[in-house]
């Protein structure tokens, strides 16, 4: 695809770029935005470590086309934090210890905050279907990541952080 002139927003700022099209977002995300927090593992769509969220909906950014984000709002795990802190969420993975390598952390705390931000009662059914949807956590690391959900939904309340 020939380059093209893209402007959307990235944690509150507006970006533009010149690049072909389909240069998946999580490359411009790392290495034209330098936002590490966004993991490439498989690339391929399949494991969810790379997931942001786009319009407040969770999308795995190596599958995700830099045209199709045109005039969208991106938010990624760097845009959760608050200051130098962590947000509550991952406040809440980290207490709990939540990771055992961590790669795959990241993209779950975007995809439990976009559920939380929608729907701050999930059950553990619905939790569990989402987040089985979207990530793989080849660590073991499901109990911890489910008893931190059943946290986040029990203490903070409505989640920001997912604009709608
Ligand atoms: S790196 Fe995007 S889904 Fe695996
Ligand atoms: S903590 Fe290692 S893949 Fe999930």
């Known amino acids: 695809m020939p380059e ?63 045209w199709s984000v045109e005039g969208g709002r991106v938010t990624t795990i760097e845009g959760l934090a608050e200051a130098d802190a962590p947000g509550p969420v991952q406040q809440i993975f980290l207490d709990e210890q939540a990771a055992q390598c961590g790669y795959c952390i990241n993209g779950i705390i975007m995809s439990v905050t976009a559920l939380l931000a929608r ?33 986040a939904m029990n203490e903070l309340g409505p989640v920001t952080g997912a604009p709608e």
């Open 4 to 66: 093209q002139r893209l402007t959307f927003e990235v944690n509150g700022k507006s970006v533009d770029v010149n690049l072909p099209g389909d240069t998946p977002l999580v490359h411009v995300l790392r290495h034209d935005l330098a936002l590490k927090g966004t993991r490439l593992g498989c690339g391929e769509g399949q494991c969810g470590s790379c997931t942001v969220l786009l319009d407040g909906n969770p999308v795995q950014s190596c599958d995700t086309p830099l």
């Open 119 to 151: 729907h701050p009662r999930p059950t553990r059914a619905e939790t569990v279907a989402h987040l089985d949807e979207r990530h793989l956590c080849r660590c073991g690391a499901q109990a911890r990541i489910l008893r931190s959900v059943d946290r």
